[in-house]
């Protein structure tokens, strides 16, 4: 007998705002020290379909491995895991050809990536600073640096992001001395990098705030802490930091492995610290299932739960291209340097390829969804997942959204693994309805009207009685008419609505050319926002240099 179809309706309210979101992403630990050594034709495809936001996932934030390097004549990690440090004994100097191939997805990631977040975090110090003598651990998991060696440790780590900066072009927006560092699994000869930092958490936070300050970096890079495996955990981490620490931490990162009842503890510490929070890590940890579909549609439920809960600024899984099965993304082929998608893939393309960096997380009354707005395109997105075994009736009720439009894109993840476009759903007085299918995801995405949008979008709106113009007249020069010679304030955002410079100026006419080579833009589309009096124009801005 066929399961009757579920009936629901799902209230979205763009006035009710969370947080802003960054983007998507993923550590580059372990599979690019692998991925690394393919041909660059073949290296760039596998990035395209990490970093291309129409045809791939559109990922955007990721996570650099400084490794430690363990003992020379240690061989108990395999080589994806035994990332090399860039010092293999405390008398040698920076070897800066080390970790070659893990920086040449970085590299690729650089040069292909939108929007991009850069982050640089460390699973065990080098091997010489250590209690143990071995970068996987202490022989019963616990703290394992040595305590003359914070210092030491802070002055690594600075000194290879200042590297990457100086001579490589990249900018870390913030270095992570811990992984897991209450969880005790890091124990002596385990199968990869690992230390114990259950204690004195902010004093090497501080330590490393320091050196980032004594060498000129600390204005783009911070200090983000503590990536924690459970929620939990980090919520006690963060609690026992003092003020001093606090002054050089930027960002909070937890792991969503569990701990899942600590969601708002980890939100609220963010919200009083003003702090940035990061899911910084997350998998099917010890998740027994009967195949990977329920794996699949599982994470869909972690994601969606983090976003609505613990509500992260961004959302970052393990390891896009882990060799098990059920935590895969991508599946690698190193012999042959080719992938294919998996399940996972079109799972994780149904939220990112649609919830894309600058967007407005929104009020969305369903457990089981996710609503945003996208300023850049002024849409409106909204996730559902249906994870029940029949088909299940949606009305999306959209009535506060102001929106005008006749009907909606459609796309849908479905078992056992495919994301497609499907038939536009219309849109009658203001609501959507559609039947989902049994384990699947439906992306709705909905044009907003120009006043509608939280940010900025791509064409020119305006509010007020009296209205602004500005045309771009070179690569470098915007001439501005305005309705008086009040002052103005100039704004200059990324595609994806993150703002990168704000000028104030008194025009000395209401004609008035500004020239733009004050702002040192890279080449690239930007939005412009010009405001007078209360009155706001935007305009898209192409830099050619």
Known sequence: MALKAESETVTVDPEIKYQQFEGWGTSLCWWAVLAGKWSEANRSRLINAIVDPDTGLGYNCFRYNIGGGDRPEHSHLSEERA??????????????????????????????????????FSNSPPWWMTISGCASGNTDGADNLKPAYFTAFADYLATVVKYYKDNLGITFRTVEPFNEPSSGYWKISGGQEGCGFKSQQSKMIKELGKKLVEKNLFTDTKVSAADETSLAHTVTSVKSYDDSAFSYLSQINSHSYGGWQSR???????????????????????KAASDNSDITMWMSDVIIQDLRVMKPNAWIDWQVGDPVANWMTIELNHTSQSFKYTKRYYMHAAFSRFIRPGAQIVYSSDTNSVAAINPASNNLVVVLRNNSAADKLYTIDISKSGTTASSAQMHRFTLPGSLKKVADVQILDKLISFTAPALSISTCVIPLSAT??????????????????????????????????????????????????CIHMVPLSREYRVNLSCCLLSKGMYIAELRQNGVSAFQNIVIYR
């Not at 920076?94 to 590299?107: G, K, M, P, V």
Request: proline share 4%; aromatic share 6%; net charge positive.
């Open 83 to 120: 990332v090399p440090g860039f010092r293999k004994s405390e008398s040698s100097s920076y070897d800066w050809t080390a970790d070659q191939n893990q920086r040449n997805i970085l590299l690729g990631i650089a040069a292909k990536g939108k929007d991009l977040i850069f982050e640089a």
């Open 264 to 286: 708002k503890a980890v939100d609220s510490l963010a919200k009083v610290h003003k702090k940035i929070l990061w899911q910084s890590e997350s998998g099917p940890l010890g």
């Open 452 to 501: 509608t949008s939280t940010g900025h979008n791509n064409k020119k709106s305006v509010s007020g009685s009296k209205s602004i113009d500005f045309s771009v007249i070179s690569s470098n020069s915007i001439l501005l008419r305005l309705p008086s010679s009040s002052p103005i304030d100039l704004s200059i955002y990324t595609g994806a609505g993150r703002k990168l410079e």
